[in-house]
């Protein structure tokens, strides 16, 4: 309604002038080379408007005609951008279908229109892997790798297909290249300190967490850092033992939970004088995590203690726990060790309707120590075949007898946990036999087993026979190279870890997006 008014508002003062105008008298006389033209001020006024309007039109159409060529290039390159961009999404939906024939179609129509554009430098890498063909899709993205505006997807792609050829070498450097180029790429950080960490290079992997920093979450970066610490302590522990107690102490505060950064800064303490201190520390992770290793390292506070004082200790700790079974495992262990065996039996005895493994061969050792009793110590030993696994250190399918600071299979750090493997779920090619331990005091007596147990391994707790198992736990895992399996995606969430028809696991990916070439199609 406003702007009708406004309209008839400056219509009528339109009129109004020109109505003004014609009453002015006057006339307007125009002498040219002998021409006399003489007319009204209003008829010229008229004229000189038309001319103007005339000429505007004249002007317009001459740019028009003088433009034309760069028009119709436009209207070219503008129709071929939209057949770009037509084949692209074709192309990416053929390949989340999982079309060979059609991707192919569309990468080679892409590269015909638009050669050289970044979308159709990745599609055609995309329908080279999911053709098998590793070749094509590596020369694309050193195509790729080349070029300042897809350096870092170039790279990530190469980096995927040296890890699914095993060329660990060239991994790391096309990380660490990715790395140097672009320090807030995540997968190029984690790689880098996943390979540092598969070399024992602790200190390296300390400084590239701290220079990546700014891109973990307070809790993660803190975990991580315990991690490397507790693992860089292990590493020096019986060549600088002031080194390793400063790591293992520094490890605990950021993650007083983290079960061996625990035990070790237990230790180191004990071994100080500072007991107290020591025994809160164990005391604090043996709550949220019961585990063997805090127990051991708990009875072990004082040096010299007798086994009654052990089992004082040890008796302390389990009341925290009452109902959980490592408290009562590491009570009777400590019972067996000071012979009191009738307390040895009460901590076993909720757990013998459904023995575990370790329940089984510490019932065998007791009625072995207590009664010197063969047949019931057999009959344990027995029935530790077929018994419940125990919870073990477990990370991506692969089990080990002690704790790794990164998984072996996967490379990802802080992968081990204190559980019991999934049935079917472990991969027995991963591990080694455990060499036997030094047995303890209670379990000197030597032990002849059944024929059908010739083939067992010891527990690391228990000298004594163990029931065969398709899992077995490696000795020394560092003794065995790591192999890094790569990570496949969905290929239209992360183009580059496309994994081809091959590859049929799936890990969360990782999301990348590379930069656009759309506005250039288009422009």
Not at 41 to 52: D, H, T, Y
Not at 339 to 347: H, P
Request: charged content about 25%.
């Amino acid at each position: 309604m406003i702007r009708v008014v406004i309209y008839l508002i400056l219509v009528g003062a339109a009129a109004y002038g020109v109505a003004r105008f014609a009453d002015v008298p006057g006339d307007v006389v125009v002498t040219w080379q002998g021409l006399r033209i003489e007319t009204s001020l209003l008829v010229m006024g008229a004229g000189l408007l038309v001319a103007v309007i005339a000429l505007y039109f004249l002007i317009a159409l001459i740019r028009a005609v003088l433009r034309s060529p760069f028009v119709l290039s436009r209207m070219m390159r503008n129709r071929r951008g939209l057949r770009a961009y037509e084949a692209i999404s074709n192309g990416l939906i053929a390949i989340g279908s999982g079309d060979i024939a059609a991707a192919n179609k569309f990468a080679v129509q892409v590269n015909k229109i638009a050669p050289g554009e970044p979308l159709a430098l990745l599609l055609s890498a995309q329908a080279a892997q999911l053709s098998g063909d590793r070749d094509a899709a590596e020369r694309v993205f050193h195509a790729m790798a080349e070029r300042p505006d897809t350096k870092a997807l170039g790279l990530h792609g190469l980096f995927i297909e040296a890890r699914r050829r095993n060329d660990l070498v060239a991994a790391q450097a096309f990380a660490e290249e990715a790395a140097r180029t672009a320090p807030s790429l995540g997968w190029a950080g984690r790689a880098v300190l996943e390979f540092r960490c598969a070399t024992g290079d602790w200190a390296g992997a300390l400084a590239l967490l701290e220079r990546n920093k700014d891109t973990l979450d307070k809790a993660s970066y803190r975990r991580q850092r315990a991690v490397l610490l507790t693992a860089r302590a292990q590493a020096v522990e019986d060549t600088d033992r002031d080194a390793a107690k400063g790591f293992a102490l520094e490890a605990q505060q950021l993650a007083p939970t983290l079960i061996p950064a625990a035990a070790m800064a237990g230790r180191f303490l004990a071994e100080s004088g500072s007991l107290r201190k020591a025994g809160r520390i164990i005391d604090k992770a043996w709550r949220a995590n019961p585990h063997p290793d805090l127990a051991d390292a708990y009875a072990r506070l004082r040096y010299g203690d007798t086994a009654r004082d052990r089992l004082k200790r040890i008796e302390a700790l389990a009341k925290q726990t009452p109902d959980n079974i490592e408290g009562a495992l590491a009570l009777a262990r400590a019972a067996l060790d000071a012979r009191d065996f009738a307390k040895a039996r009460d901590a076993l005895k909720p757990y013998l309707d459904a023995p575990t493994k370790r329940v089984c061969l510490l019932m065998a050792a007791l009625e072995r120590a207590e009664r010197n009793d063969e047949g019931r110590a057999r009959e344990w030993t027995a029935r530790a075949v077929n018994a419940a696994p125990d919870p073990t250190w477990t990370a991506d399918n692969y089990v080990s007898n002690r704790w790794l600071p990164a998984s072996p299979v996967t490379g990802r750090i802080d992968a081990f946990e204190w559980r019991v493997p999934l049935a079917g779920t472990l991969s027995p090619q991963l591990v080694e036999p455990i060499a036997d331990p030094e047995p303890e005091p209670w379990a000197m007596k030597p032990v002849t087993a059944p024929p059908e147990l010739e083939k067992t391994e010891a527990l690391p707790a228990i000298a004594t026979s163990v029931a065969p198992s398709p899992i077995k736990s490696p000795a020394k895992a560092e003794s065995k190279p790591i192999e890094i399996k790569p990570e496949p995606v969905i290929p239209l969430v992360h183009a580059p870890d496309d994994p081809g028809p091959d590859i049929v696991d799936e890990i969360e990916p990782d999301p990348e997006q590379s930069d656009g070439g759309w506005r250039k199609i288009l422009g």
